[in-house]
């Protein structure tokens, strides 16, 4: 069949967060959904179009496919969590297990990971913006912790006064100064310039941020999303490349600062 423009894309779920301490709301997230109208999209989403349908962990699609039985990829992260070698934390989430094998099924999957944990996973592919960057050190430490409170966390930056840090918050509209921190609007151009010329970039235990910053050799302090049992698993893997992990963003965290400061062990992403 010829070549169609993409013209939909859902929404999803949406993962709803307790903003004071960065976790994920459970209940807010599955009183969010609708069953009905997630039958109702996939049931009348014209996917008998295609002859091939590439699909990132969204399961309206995913059903669509196995309703009107289209060949359709698995591509992307979550993917790669179909593979029981991928890390897990000791205490496994089994419905989060059932979703990863459920919430997205497809003909073929094909994950990307951290490393190449089995046949059909392979590494993180990166931006040509960070492949072409030519890395400094300017000193700073960005920050990009979407899930905390952005007063807590300048709060508790403030006082760290020998160092320079770069926070990205949703909530600022343009570039402001505060001290040693420097507050900045989520901004793609912003955030690249802020990660390549870093020290090392403090962040959730997501995917591409944490592949990117080993990719460019910088140091990685990651706080996992409390409830989000993806970025635990993500956690675990990091772990292998020596990345410090904590469990929350408190006023303990001035020694695990200084503790990662002291560290020179992380491994590179090869």
């Known amino acids: 069949k010829s070549a169609l423009p993409v013209a939909y894309r859902s929404k999803g779920i949406s993962l709803q967060y307790a903003q004071e301490n960065g976790s994920v709301d459970l209940l807010k997230t599955l009183t969010s959904v609708s069953l009905r109208k997630i039958w109702n999209e996939a049931k009348f989403l014209p996917i008998e179009k295609y002859d091939l349908v590439i699909n990132d962990f969204e399961c309206i699609t995913s059903l669509a496919c196995k309703l009107k039985k289209i060949k359709s990829i698995h591509l992307g992260h979550q993917a790669s969590f179909v593979s029981k070698n991928v890390p897990r934390p000791k205490k496994r989430d089994m419905l989060a297990e059932w979703i990863f094998t459920h919430y997205a099924q497809a003909t073929e999957t094909y994950g990307l990971h951290f490393k190449e944990y089995d046949k059909n996973i392979f590494q993180p592919i990166i931006r040509s913006s960070i492949v072409n960057a030519n890395p400094k050190d300017n000193g700073h430490i960005t920050v990009y912790l979407g899930h905390f409170n952005t007063q807590k966390i300048i709060e508790i930056l403030g006082k760290i006064t020998d160092f320079k840090f770069e926070v990205f918050c949703s909530q600022a509209k343009e570039i402001s100064v505060l001290k ?12 690249t310039e802020s990660l390549v010329n870093s020290h090392g970039i403090i962040t959730g235990a997501g995917f591409e941020t944490p592949a990117e ?16 049992y993806e970025q635990l698993c993500n956690a675990e893997a990091l772990k292998e490349f020596n990345v410090t992990v904590i469990e929350e963003f408190s006023h303990s965290f001035l020694s695990h600062f200084r503790s990662w400061m002291n560290k020179n062990d992380q491994k590179e992403l090869i």
């Not at 040693?180 to 955030?191: C, D, G, H, R, T």
């Not at 910053?213 to 989000?228: D, F, H, R, S, W």
Request: glycine residues 8%.
């Open 180 to 191: 040693n921190i420097k507050i900045l609007p989520i901004n793609q151009e912003f955030f």
């Open 213 to 228: 910053a080993l990719y460019l050799g910088k140091k990685v302090l990651t706080i996992p999303v409390k409830g989000q």
